[in-house]
Structures are given as structure tokens and as C-alpha cells.
């Protein structure tokens, strides 16, 4: 027990896998998942950091926001601050949601970007942005009722859901994905997926296990279009002799 109190970092408990494979002795079940979960959960906090950097660096490469739903990325923030506001606020285990307030950051300065590169902002999109100011810190410092935190937290999975219908219909409409970006799409559909293990390992409410199950339909339908609507690159012409 000592040695494995003395090998428990960051909530990981190796000592129990050390000791069961120093007797050539396959770990425990009850020993293994939750270090593997407590492994991914960090991985996936890891990762998260750079999940949107290839979608903002194709915008920046091209200078276009072109076959972008604008309102797909603004609801993702609105989602994101709800979803990070209630973990923290259930003071559930920072392996467990970290990923939501790197994915948080770089949502809203993928959001700027866009706006960037739209046409000029009307008085609508500013009202839009000054109102999320206005609110966020509140929800994020937890400082509404417990009830109203219930309720928005029950509408984030239909803010993620919502967040993502204008882009897929976008891309059906126009038959192609624009400058939406494959490897942020990959990287949001495989993070949903792992992330659906570690909340169950982690025992998450029910209502954070659906998140992460919309998020692998919505991203995994994203990149299936990515996919389907992917332009050949033309074949070169062959010099006649």
C-alpha cells in the first residue's frame, strides 16, 4: 500500500501495475482501466491544446472563411463555456474536462478570426459578442442558481447538437467542405470517442457521457463529408510524343 501511495502521481496510481507485473503477474482489471483512463483523460487534455491550431492556420494560410458556417463556431463557444462552467462546478477530477477550457480558448479565437475575415461587422455580431462578455464570467465563476445551471447544462448537448446542423448542411448544400479543416474534424471525433471511456471510468454524470456520444456522431458525420466531398487533384495531362 505504501509503495503504491508512493506512486500515485497526478491521481495515477502505478504502484498496484508495478507490483502485479514485478511477480510476472498481469495487472487487475480494477487496477489497470482506471490508470488507463486517468492516461487518456490527460492525453486528451494534452491534445486538446492544438485541436483547433490546423483550422485556424488554414484560415490564416488562405485568407478565407470560405464554406464556413459562422454560426456553428459561435454556438460551439457558447457550448464549450456551459460545458466547462458545470464541471467545474460539480468539481469533477481536472483529467476529466480539462480539454474544455483549452478547446474554450481557441474557439473564441477561432471565432474572432472569422469574424476577421467576413464581411464588416453589423451591430448584430457586435450585441452577440458583447453579451457573451457580459455573461460568461458568471456562469464560468458558477455564480447563478443551481437549478438555472441544471437547465443549461441539459441545453448544451442541443447547443453542440445545433452547433453543428448549419455546417453539415452548409456542406451538403455546397457539396464540399470549403476550409473546414480534416485534422480538427479527426481530432474532435477521436477525443469524443475517448472521451466517452474516461467519463465512464471517471463514473461522469450521465448528462457528460451524452456530450462526448453527440460529439462522435456530429464530428464523425463532419468528417464523413470531409471525406465524400474531397476533390480529386487533376490528373497531369501526358506530353504527346
Known amino acids: 500500500m505504501v509503495a503504491a501511495m508512493e506512486l500515485e ?37 494534452a491534445a486538446s491544446t492544438t485541436v483547433k491550431l490546423p483550422q485556424i492556420l488554414k484560415i490564416l494560410k488562405h485568407g478565407s472563411v470560405r464554406g464556413l458556417s459562422v454560426a456553428s463556431f459561435e454556438l460551439e463557444v457558447v457550448g464549450y463555456t456551459i460545458a466547462l462552467a458545470y464541471c467545474i462546478h460539480k468539481g469533477l477530477p481536472f483529467s476529466a474536462y480539462g480539454e474544455l477550457a483549452f478547446l474554450l480558448i481557441q474557439a473564441i479565437i477561432l471565432v474572432a478570426i472569422i469574424y476577421y475575415y467576413s464581411p464588416p461587422m453589423g451591430t448584430k455580431t457586435w450585441m452577440k459578442a458583447l453579451l457573451y462578455c457580459g455573461m460568461a ?105
Not at 491521481?11 to 487518456?40: E, H, Q, R, T, Y
Request: contains cysteine; hydrophobic residues 45%; aromatic residues 10%.
Open 137 to 241: 464570467p458568471t456562469v464560468l465563476a458558477g455564480k447563478i442558481d443551481p437549478a438555472l445551471f441544471e437547465v443549461l447544462y441539459a441545453s448544451q448537448h442541443a447547443i453542440f447538437f445545433f452547433a453543428r446542423v448549419p455546417q453539415i448542411w452548409k456542406n451538403f448544400t455546397n457539396k464540399g467542405t470549403g476550409e473546414l479543416s480534416f485534422l480538427t474534424c479527426f481530432m474532435n471525433f477521436a477525443g469524443s470517442i475517448v472521451r466517452v471511456f474516461t467519463s465512464i471510468q471517471e463514473k461522469t454524470p450521465l448528462s457528460v457521457i451524452m456530450g462526448s456520444a453527440i460529439g462522435i456522431v456530429m464530428n464523425g458525420t463532419l468528417l464523413g463529408q470531409i471525406v465524400l466531398y474531397q476533390k480529386p487533384a487533376p490528373k497531369k495531362q501526358k506530353k504527346e510524343d
Open 9 to 45: 502521481i497526478l491521481g495515477m496510481n502505478f504502484g498496484c501495475v508495478l507490483a502485479a507485473l514485478s511477480d510476472a503477474k498481469i495487472p487487475d482489471k480494477g487496477c489497470l482501466l482506471p490508470l488507463i483512463s486517468k492516461l487518456l483523460g490527460y492525453a486528451i487534455v
